[in-house]
């Protein structure tokens, strides 16, 4: 008899909070841009809105399948140019507004600091599950997590569940710094559910 195990990652909402979402318009009237935060409530009856680099993996509306990976983000287009190009051209891209709204700040200011260099957009149209971050000196401390296989036990799905966890807490970006055997494949199965 085989038994096949599904891998699975740690899923659900952080204690005391959960997952919401505001809806903000897309530039140039475009499609409305559904952007995540980590909502706390607080004794008093209101709620705070924290920055979430969570991904789905907090919503438990949403349904998790490592082998597929994460939905593409809608309004991913490749072929464009860069975000540095479309900033330096003064248009304000979904990335963008995407930031700004996660960021609490006006869009033009996104578009501004990358026009000028300040800041960078680290939005790979070849990673278009991503949620769109940016980093500059404007904006909130980004954070970044080394995450690597063990020498003793290590599988692709409790990599995948490293970068899970380290997201869960905050990290904003990850590096993966394994070693040894289907180093490939285990790379891809990180960017394809890496929110």
């Known amino acids: 008899m085989t038994t096949t195990i599904e891998p699975s990652v740690t899923t659900g909402p952080i204690a005391g909070s959960g ?8 530039p140039d009237g475009g499609a409305a841009l559904r952007v995540p935060f980590r909502r706390v409530n607080l004794s ?12 789905p ?3 438990p ?3 998790i399948d490592l082998a597929a990976g994460l939905p593409a983000r809608p309004g991913v287009v490749r072929d464009r140019g860069t975000q ?3 900033a330096r051209a003064g248009e304000i891209t979904a990335e963008m507004a995407f930031i700004a709204a996660r960021e609490g700040m006006p869009a033009e200011l996104v578009r501004d600091e990358v026009a000028r260099g300040r800041a960078v957009i680290p939005a790979n149209h070849n990673h278009p599950e991503s949620e769109p971050m940016i980093i500059g000196k404007a904006f909130a401390v980004k954070v970044n997590a080394n995450i690597g296989n063990s020498a003793v036990t290590s599988s692709i799905a409790e990599e995948v569940d490293k970068m899970v966890w380290a997201t869960r ?3 904003d ?3 993966d710094l394994s070693t040894g055997k289907n180093i490939h494949e285990t790379r891809e199965w990180i960017l ?3 929110p």
């Open 192 to 194: 394809r559910n890496s």
């Open 19 to 26: 997952k919401a979402y505001r809806d903000v318009a897309g």
């Open 173 to 175: 970006t990850i590096m």
């Open 169 to 171: 807490w905050g990290a």
């Open 61 to 63: 509306a949403a349904a």
């Open 44 to 55: 008093t009856g209101d709620h705070f809105d924290l920055y979430d680099t969570s991904g």
């Open 84 to 86: 540095l190009q479309r």
């Open 57 to 59: 993996y907090t919503d």
